[in-house]
């Protein structure tokens, strides 16, 4: 039977706001999610899937002797359920480049901050730290380096005076739960891709910042459970 939406995979470790919002957004979009996969048995975002009835699965990294095998086993339940792309949500292990290569121009993350700034963990403390004025989110290819691979999509917010790493965290998720599901469309639309100088748009190449998304051109923030 032909596919008439494009099949995702998304990894997650926590709560899963943000599959949660991938989820919610499938119910009217061109893709579907197929199966949530965790190295996190606790992690709340297994039963956001279950209750969607999406297959939630575990794969604990501790039970393996090395991040390859363990990448293996994580390749080895992906493959399983013939999906066109794998989306990261919150997935906190780092990929080997095994992994990364299987699934080469297949892989989207999303992460909190203006990349190719503040990199890695903490970067809302971080921002203030520095004395930034701005802020946001990036949704990004994923390559062995970490944080590093094409920029597709950024949202910006501007940093307040009055504000603790609390709140931006806050603020950027609102924009997280908005920017990923849009960028996930476009792949799904067959829109994006990655090459090997960089990610591409409707054949054009994008600039390393990516698409800036505009705020007046959609909701700005939603509500999750």
Known sequence: MEKT???????????GTNLQALINASTTSNFRVVAVVSNNHEAFGLQRATVADIPALVVDHDNYSSRQDFDRKLIEVIDAFDSELIVLAGFMRILGPEFVQHYQGRILNIHPSLLPAYTGVNTHQRVLDAGDKEHGVSVHFVTDELDGGPVVAQEKIAVLTTDTAAQLATRVAAKEHIIYP???SWFAAGRLHM??????????KLPAGGVEIHPAAVQDSIRLP
């Open 182 to 184: 849009k960028v996930v």
């Open 5 to 15: 939406h494009c099949h995702i995979v998304v990894l997650i470790s926590g709560n």
């Open 195 to 204: 090459d090997a100088d960089g990610a591409y748009m409707d054949h054009d």
